[in-house]
């Protein structure tokens, strides 16, 4: 049941969202759709604040649907899945809320502990909403958990609800979904942020490589090609716009996984931090332009509905 202070407070996120957004923005998909698979909202001004971003951040500011909106629509971005980075519980819920107001956001990815005693009870609770589509987990705790019998049974868990795993972390991440991948063939995971190599100018880890290879022969493994160039090392804001700059990053990556199961992600508004939104697009349009309207079709759609199973908004 949806008590009054909850039922207000989805509707005050509604007319926010509807009214702020132009209209055109809420119209239908144009037929090449072309979604972000990893955005972040929060709002700092609610009343109990939040967790991130830190108040000294210059991203410490409200960062709402709305917001996102303007920035991806004039490059024909049209949808997203969007990451939960907060550990509060309710906060999932705060995702939920903003997903139900507005028809362009076809999924959230929560933040759950799989090693918490409630947490069986907080996936079935968000599961049952069908914009629930995962959640997202730290590959060193992934490694290396407190609990690793809870753990993998958080995880058959997830599975068995139908929910995808994100997996962050360092270089080693990729290795480390690889092997969590063959140990649970049920469950679908998606690496982000490239597995973190690092700046794309510099010698890549090792372990990043040989994970990536081990990460593209897991078939439920999927990969974010997201935050390339706020690893970038230099001036804030002032990252290569030069698709070839990334070349050393993205061609292990496409070697290892093919044209179906690369996803694009923007990390916004984190990204804002290393180039504006348009060259975050234009370094992966132009990469995956290159090889055909059909790749970059599976980019920018059709691999994100493989992977998180979303459902059409009505």
């Not at 698979?37 to 709305?66: A, I, K």
């Not at 997203?80 to 903003?98: G, K, M």
């Not at 081990?214 to 390339?228: E, M, P, T, W």
Request: overall charge neutral; proline content about 10%.
């Amino acid at each position: 049941m949806t008590d009054r202070r909850t039922f207000l407070r989805r509707g005050v996120l509604a007319g926010a969202t509807l009214a702020a957004a132009p209209s055109a923005l809420l119209a239908a998909p144009p037929a090449r759709r072309r979604i972000d698979c990893h955005t972040h909202f929060y709002d700092p001004t609610r009343p109990e604040g939040v967790p991130w971003p830190r108040e000294n951040s210059p991203l410490h500011r409200p960062v709402l649907p709305r917001d996102w909106h303007a920035v991806a629509a004039p490059h024909r971005i049209t949808d997203t899945i969007v990451v939960e980075a907060s550990p509060w519980v309710e906060d999932n819920q705060f995702l939920l809320d903003l997903a139900a107001a507005d028809q362009h956001l076809l999924g959230v990815i929560g933040n759950l502990d799989p090693v918490s005693p409630d947490f069986a009870a907080h996936v079935k609770r968000f599961a049952a909403d069908p914009l629930y589509r995962g959640i997202r987990v730290s590959s060193a705790r992934a490694a290396d958990p407190a609990n690793a019998a809870a753990y993998h049974a958080g995880l058959r868990l997830l599975a068995e609800a139908g929910l995808v795993l994100d997996i962050n972390g360092g270089p080693a991440t990729a290795g480390i979904a690889a092997a969590l991948a063959k140990e649970n063939p049920g469950l679908t995971l998606v690496i982000n942020h490239c597995g973190n190599p690092g700046d794309p100018a510099t010698p890549l880890p090792d372990d990043w490589r040989t994970g990536i290879a081990s990460a593209g022969k897991q078939k439920n493994v999927f990969i974010k090609i997201s935050a390339l160039a706020e690893a970038v090392r230099g001036e804030p804001g002032a990252a290569p716009a030069d698709p070839a700059y990334y070349r050393p990053v993205i061609d292990p990556i496409w070697n290892a996984f093919g044209p179906d199961r690369l996803v694009y992600g923007s990390n916004w508004p984190v990204s804002d931090r290393a180039a504006p939104y348009g060259t975050v697009v234009g370094i992966v349009e132009a990469y995956f332009d290159e090889k055909g309207a059909d790749v970059s079709d599976n980019f920018f759609a059709d691999n994100s509905r493989a992977a998180y199973r979303w459902r059409e908004r009505a």
